[in-house]
């Protein structure tokens, strides 16, 4: 076992929220009624019978195990990952265990965002030392509350599957009727962890908490949130970005059958009414005239001529060597041109929020990404303390970035502040789709130059998209430079002498945002596929070109010696098929990807994917597994069905007719193989979506000689 | 056909155009539905899709609003043993008719072992009409093959991408629904 000092675990678990939230102890689960509304931290109660040592998790009376999980489940198992965490070093029996939404606290903050925020696959990074120690000080309480009541050295005491057992003496104890002495002990000043081999769950797996509820139709997602009174809510909005709210006539939707209020927004007017279908009943009979915006978004043609135009001014983010001169006396020199268009998040769970704002509090049930910054946008619209805004999250249907943003909190608030009820704010597919922040489209212009004898000494990479951050947080953006923007382009993972990588920065009038795995899912397109044009180039195999280029990089190549061993690299396959590799470090993972398509008569199949990822210390197996399955699923919609594209000031999409997602007999037989690793955890959220199609465009070049340069891949990149 | 109706920009929900301006409910027949073998009588309009009124009125909150022109599947229930998408069918069309939603199934269904087994669900959404579905196609044919399954859930989108999952639960909760008499079926 390692030692560990507490006072790290203050630090890094409380936060803000300083001493008050470790040593607080929450009240019995009987007589608690006071507690279970309140937000943390929450006041010492020395007569507890249930034991609450810290802000992450409480063992009750009858021995159940709650867990508090700072951060969101929208799909990618955090309930579960989280809580075998605290789980393992407590030694808990995992049908004990339950989880929970923690509510919106600093004491929540991700340790590598410093905010309570779901996003760049940081979970398990950022609390994965925080929710062991949470365990590990629960366990030594319990130990230390067995040992007295046994009056028997702790040493000689070990926690596992719910009891605290004393072998010498074959005795033993519930959790659950230790809890109370516990919660009365004083929290011990060190606490171990356990090393990999004395684990039971962490590595091995456990079954997920909110598989049953899902399954069952008991889950309550934020569209299911229901509360005495509600009335439903929905917004008419621009179809055109940036337009506000001028005359609005609303005689003919107030006089609807159930619809109570007409408000006008800044940017949409509010129906709000008994229920869903007498709200929309309200907006087709809304007749509103726009304010043009001051920055109208262009249409798609001139969009794409905005970005091309722009790569000539770009700025440098990246510069090894000497790249223009070592280009200018290369051997061989290529030129290749990537775009990649905009897209939307299309959650299965349009975005909602249901708001109750009353004279000295305000309740939100929001899935959002980002509790502690809803908490704060509610305190400022309504003037209340932040200590007065109750943030409680349902499930999430969906995230994929798309809810770190709050503009339909905004909403719910500005609409709830208005009427005297608790209000349901719904989005409808339609104003999903057309109201995004959508991942930027981007064009990448890339150059390579090769020796005589095939050797690269250089490559330029030039990219000009929108770009999020400026947007978000235009104070961190100077002189058009973001370098989020160009994530897997000034990342060049390659050992090639001579590197540029510039960005220009476009604004289209359109507003984007982060969408799984944010600008990796372009520019490792465009570096992944351009890299594998210079291999062919220089008469090389794709995978043995890139294999030795990566000599520096071990873990990178490592899964990519690993997907091709597992891919068959190499081995013959049937005319008209063909294998694409690509590979890529992000969120600090590793992954690469073959795929091998079929392509016959101008129709592509995709076959197979064989996956290899390192993402260091795996928590959940099998979550690793289905976050891979499902970031293919994720990156071929993206790469074979469709794009949003721009068209009178808005976007030409308004459903999933035309916003066609991956169906199920699409789905490519996916295989994952996970390097056992004891690094420190890596990402598994989004790293599985960067490398797949390039992998999907290498497969077709393979198999046709085609190169595809644009996505979405169209019929007639194929035949 | 009901995509073409509604391919125009805008707010294009044009049944919504003909909502009454005045209220129709006074004097309607009442809607008598049986959902999960219970009778309810509601005072709604005939027209009402299925899908709202089991969310808003029943408090059966299983059936999801994904897309409202029955594209996803996420409202999906089952009507006489069919799968129907409740976000397009009016109550009236289904009154008297035997209703089940996922909340009927018990929890303990085959389908539903299977698929807890199997580990489905990321983000859940879809994934009581991906249920339904499968209970439907199973109790209709009780060894479909991959044509036969894909033909059953293509029309049922998940954005988590649970697809290969869904597939392996199809096969499980095949062997399982043999293995069940179908009476200790939910």
């Known amino acids: 076992m390692r030692r560990v000092d507490r006072r790290t675990f203050l630090k ?4 803000a929220g300083g001493a008050l939230v470790l040593g607080l102890v929450l009240p019995g ?10 937000p943390v931290p929450l006041q010492r109660d020395s007569g507890a019978d249930a034991l609450a040592p810290n802000a992450f998790l409480r063992v009750e009376a009858d021995g159940r195990v709650l867990v508090m999980i700072p951060s969101a489940e929208m799909g990618q198992g955090v309930f579960t990952s989280l809580a075998m965490l605290v789980a393992e070093e407590l030694g808990a029996d995992w049908s004990q265990v339950r989880a929970e939404h923690a509510p919106a606290h600093a004491a929540y903050a991700n340790p590598t965002r410093k905010r309570q925020a779901t996003g760049g696959s940081a979970s398990v990074r950022g609390f994965f030392m925080p929710m062991r120690k949470a365990g590990a000080v629960a366990r030594e309480l319990l130990v230390s509350a067995a040992a007295t009541r046994l009056q028997v050295p702790a040493a000689e005491c070990r926690a596992e599957k719910g009891f605290v057992t004393h072998p010498p003496s074959g005795r033993r104890i519930t959790f659950g009727a230790l809890a109370g002495d516990a919660a009365r002990l004083p929290v011990p000043t060190r606490v171990a962890l356990k090393e990999p081999a004395e684990m039971r769950l962490l590595g091995r797996g456990a079954p997920r908490l909110d598989t049953p509820s899902k399954v069952d139709g008991s889950a309550v997602f934020g569209q299911d949130v229901h509360l005495p009174g509600l009335l439903i809510a929905s917004v008419e909005r621009s179809p055109r970005f940036g337009e506000r709210v001028g005359q609005v006539d609303a005689r003919a939707a107030i006089a609807i059958p159930g619809v109570h209020h007409v408000l006008p927004l800044e940017h949409g007017v509010a129906v709000v009414a008994d229920g869903f279908e007498a709200a929309q009943a309200g907006r087709a009979r809304l007749r509103i005239q726009w304010q043009a915006s001051t920055n109208p978004a262009p249409d798609e043609a001139a969009a794409w001529q905005r970005l091309r135009a722009a790569l000539d001014r770009s700025v440098p983010m990246r510069d090894d060597g000497d790249a223009a001169g070592a280009l200018a006396q290369a051997a061989e020199r290529l030129d290749a041109q990537y775009e990649v268009p905009f897209q939307a998040h299309a959650c299965m769970e349009p975005p909602s929020c249901t708001a109750y704002v009353r004279a000295d509090r305000c309740d939100l049930w929001v899935p959002t990404q980002v509790p502690e910054q809803a908490r704060w946008l509610a305190a400022t619209l309504t003037g209340l303390p932040e200590a007065h805004v109750h943030v409680h999250t349902p499930f999430l249907g969906g995230g994929f970035g798309r809810r770190l943003e709050d503009d339909f909190v905004a909403e719910a608030v500005t609409i709830a502040r208005q009427v005297r009820a608790p209000v349901k704010l719904l989005w409808t597919r339609e104003d999903d789709l057309r109201h995004d922040f959508y991942r930027p489209a981007s064009v990448h212009r890339l150059s390579a130059g ?31 430079r973001d370098k989020s923007a160009v994530e897997g382009a000034a990342t060049l993972p390659y ?7 510039g960005y220009a920065l476009v604004d289209l009038g359109v507003p984007v945002g982060f969408w799984r795995s944010v600008a990796f899912s372009q520019n490792v397109f465009a570096v992944e596929s351009f890299i594998d044009e210079v291999a062919l180039a220089a008469g090389r195999d794709p995978y043995t070109f890139r294999h030795e280029l990566l000599a520096a990089r071990p873990r990178l190549q490592q899964v990519l010696d690993l997907a091709a061993s597992r891919g068959d690299w190499g081995t013959p396959l049937p005319p008209g098929h063909g294998r694409g590799i690509a590979a890529a470090e992000s969120f600090r993972s590793f992954v690469a990807q073959v795929a091998e398509v079929a392509v016959q008569d101008g ?6 994917v064989v996956c290899a990822i390192d993402c260091g210390f795996i928590v959940n197996p099998d979550t690793v597994v289905a976050q891979m399955e499902g970031s293919v699923a994720w990156a071929l919609t993206a790469t074979l069905k469709g794009a949003v594209t721009l068209q009178d000031g808005g976007i030409a999409q308004s459903n999933l007719h035309d916003f066609p997602l991956l169906a199920m007999d699409e789905m490519p037989d996916v295989e994952v193989h996970r390097v056992q690793s004891a690094e420190t955890p890596g990402g598994v959220g989004e790293p599985g979506v960067p490398p797949l199609a390039p992998a999907i465009t290498n497969a077709i070049a393979a198999a046709t000689g085609r190169r595809v340069r644009r996505l979405p891949i169209g019929p007639g990149d194929l035949a | 056909m009901l995509l073409k109706r509604r391919r125009t920009r805008g707010v294009s929900y044009l049944s919504m155009l003909f909502w009454p301006a005045v209220d129709s409910k006074e004097g309607a027949p009442m809607v008598d539905l049986l959902v999960n073998g219970r009778r309810h009588t509601l005072d709604v309009r005939a027209e009402a899709k299925l899908l709202w009124v089991l969310r808003e009125q029943l408090q059966l909150t299983g059936a999801k609003y994904g897309c409202g022109i029955a594209v996803c599947g996420a409202c999906t229930v089952l009507v006489d043993g069919a799968p129907v998408r409740a976000c397009v069918t009016e109550v009236g069309s289904v009154a008297g008719r035997s209703i089940r939603t996922v909340e009927g199934l018990g929890g303990d269904h085959p389908v539903q072992r299977a698929w807890i087994s199997e580990e489905v669900p990321q983000c859940g959404f879809c994934q009581s009409g991906q249920v339904l579905a499968t209970v439907a196609l199973l109790e209709q044919n009780p060894r479909p093959g991959e044509r036969q399954i894909n033909a059953a859930l293509r ?11 869904i597939r392996r639960a199809v096969h499980r909760a095949m062997r399982l629904m043999r293995e069940t008499p179908r009476a200790a079926r939910g």
């Open chain 1, 12 to 15: 890094t678990s409380a936060g």
């Open chain 1, 29 to 38: 689960c009987e007589s608690d009624s006071e507690a279970a509304g309140s």
């Open chain 1, 450 to 480: 090769l020796t005589d004898s095939g050797a690269p000494i250089a490559w330029r990479h030039r990219v000009a998209s929108p770009s999020i951050v400026a947007r978000r947080f235009p104070e961190a953006v100077r002189d058009g």
């Open chain 1, 495 to 501: 050992a090639i002498p001579n590197v540029h990588v």
């Open chain 1, 603 to 608: 129709r592509l199949r995709v076959l197979r």
């Open chain 2, 155 to 165: 029309g049922h989108l998940c954005r988590c991408g649970t697809y290969s999952r």
